[in-house]
């Protein structure tokens, strides 16, 4: 008899070591890694009519194109729910996948293991600044106007409280003085 196939959710605010965490279990457990923020990426691209070209990796949202597509996200709310209905289907399909996504430990209405990694924000900015080659100064600009618009859309589409609502989490872990290696060690 094999064990049922669940999805892992990591969640936490930018810069907390989601997309981290979720790519070593992924690779240990042979799990699907998937990206929120892939979904967000993809549909910024297709939006804003960019080359199919246009880099989608890490340091998209501070861009220039990254911050239109997020301020985009601000007026129409209709972005996240797309967004969040390839993501429910995507896992629909493939229920063995580890995701980074923001939302999916509220949304996803199945069985999942929910893990939200708890950081300070200076150490946010820091792990940032670092990963980014950005100053740290840019960073928080940057990051607090995305948790601003984020918190805002959050509340207004599905009336969550990112980052103050822990209720659907199986295990909430401060990561504050932890290595990646360490984190994945305990989790």
């Given at each position: 008899m094999s064990a049922e196939k669940i999805p892992i959710f990591i969640c936490g605010f930018i810069g907390s070591g989601k997309s981290t965490l979720a790519?070593?279990?992924?690779k240990k457990y042979r799990m699907r890694?998937?990206?929120?923020?892939?979904?967000?990426?993809?549909?910024a691209v297709e939006r804003l009519h960019l080359e199919k070209s246009t880099s989608?990796?890490?340091?998209?949202?501070?861009?220039?194109?990254?911050?239109?597509?997020?301020?985009?996200?601000?007026?129409?709310?209709?972005?996240?729910?797309e967004v969040d209905r390839r993501?429910?289907?995507?896992?629909?399909e493939h229920p063995n996948t580890v995701s980074d996504s923001r939302l999916m430990p509220w949304l996803y209405p199945g069985k999942?293991?929910?893990?939200?990694?708890?950081?300070?924000?200076?150490e946010r900015v820091r792990?940032?600044?670092?990963?980014?080659?950005?100053?740290?100064?840019?960073?928080?600009?940057v990051i607090m106007?995305?948790?601003?618009?984020?918190?805002?859309?959050?509340?207004?589409?599905?009336?969550?409280?990112?980052?103050?609502?822990f209720s659907p989490f199986d295990l909430v872990l401060n990561t504050e003085k932890m290595t990646p290696q360490e984190t994945f060690a305990l989790v």
């Open positions: 790519k070593h279990l992924a890694y998937i990206s929120g923020s892939y979904f967000h990426k993809q549909l989608i990796a890490h340091g998209f949202w501070e861009t220039k194109i990254g911050q239109k597509a997020n301020a985009q996200r601000h007026k129409d709310s209709n972005i996240d729910r993501l429910l289907h995507y896992l629909r999942a293991l929910r893990i939200w990694l708890k950081v300070s924000e200076k792990r940032v600044a670092a990963r980014d080659v950005l100053s740290q100064t840019r960073v928080r600009r106007r995305r948790y601003n618009t984020e918190w805002r859309l959050y509340r207004r589409i599905y009336n969550i409280r990112f980052g103050e609502d």
